[in-house]
């Protein structure tokens, strides 16, 4: 156990339909981020939030949105979902000290499948 | 463009053969992490290995060692005599150090390791 959840794991659902992904950071990590790994573009960055507020956006698509919550768990909300929307969704989070020293930790992914 | 370079798609070997991942980054900050990853069939993320910018120390760890040289912006892994297990694709990522970018990780493509018996 990583100590960064994802849930669900598997998400089966059909074109045109919205998913929720839910991540819950390793205990005090404040920093949440999200990636998406796809087989045609890899894996990249979606986007960041410490703290309850964004911090930094990649390559996310309009139709995807996200948030982090007073408790620090986040949210990725995917809707009007494609065929091409299906992937593995990676949650991580991350503490950092003034002394650089920090750490970063993966869940264990949400694998979307769009039929 | 792209900031993280695997080139090798794809590398098979038999059991017990050391294994070389090449990785070439591109940066413009000064601090900087680089990491390594492993990425099994099941599909999770395991971290092998972390580098700061600013410490060039290279290491070996069991099977694993890394070779890590700011001059070529390469920080290269090699497995010795590899395993069955090593069989995954293996994750080269870059982490810039301003403060906007830290903890973005840009992953390479990934190279595919196949280690046969």
């Known amino acids: 156990d990583s100590g960064v959840t994802q849930t669900p794991k598997h998400l089966i659902t059909a074109t045109g339909q919205r998913v929720t992904l839910r991540c819950s950071p390793r205990?005090?990590?404040?920093?949440v981020y999200w990636y998406q790994q796809s087989l045609d573009q890899g894996l990249q960055f979606l986007i960041q939030?410490?703290?309850?507020?964004?911090?930094a956006k990649g390559n996310i698509l309009e139709r995807f949105s996200a948030q982090q919550f007073p408790d620090l768990h986040s949210e990725l909300n995917l809707s009007s979902l494609e065929l091409g929307d299906s992937a593995l969704y990676f949650c991580?989070?991350?503490?950092?000290?003034?002394?650089?020293?920090?750490?970063?930790?993966f869940g264990s992914g949400t694998r979307l499948t769009v039929v | 463009a792209q900031k993280v370079t695997q080139a090798q798609t794809e590398i098979s070997v038999v059991e017990k053969e050391d294994v070389t991942l090449d990785c070439v980054y591109e940066?413009?900050?000064?601090?900087?992490?680089l990491f390594w990853y492993k990425q099994p069939p099941s599909g999770e993320l395991v971290f092998l290995i972390r580098?700061?910018?600013?410490?060039?120390q290279n290491e070996i760890s069991g099977r694993y060692s890394w070779n890590f040289q700011k001059s070529t912006s390469s920080f290269n892994f090699t497995i010795t005599a590899s395993q069955v297990v090593d069989s995954a694709v293996y994750f080269c990522?870059?982490?810039?150090?301003?403060?906007?970018?830290?903890?973005?990780?840009?992953f390479g493509a990934g190279t595919q390791v196949v280690v046969t018996p």
């Open positions: 990522a870059l982490s810039e150090g301003a403060t906007d970018s830290w903890g973005k990780f840009q």
């Open positions: 580098r700061n910018s600013f410490d060039e």
């Open positions: 940066t413009r900050d000064t601090t900087y992490y």
């Open positions: 205990s005090g990590d404040l920093s």
């Open positions: 991580a989070s991350s503490s950092r000290d003034r002394n650089r020293n920090y750490g970063y930790t």
């Open positions: 939030y410490y703290n309850g507020e964004e911090r």
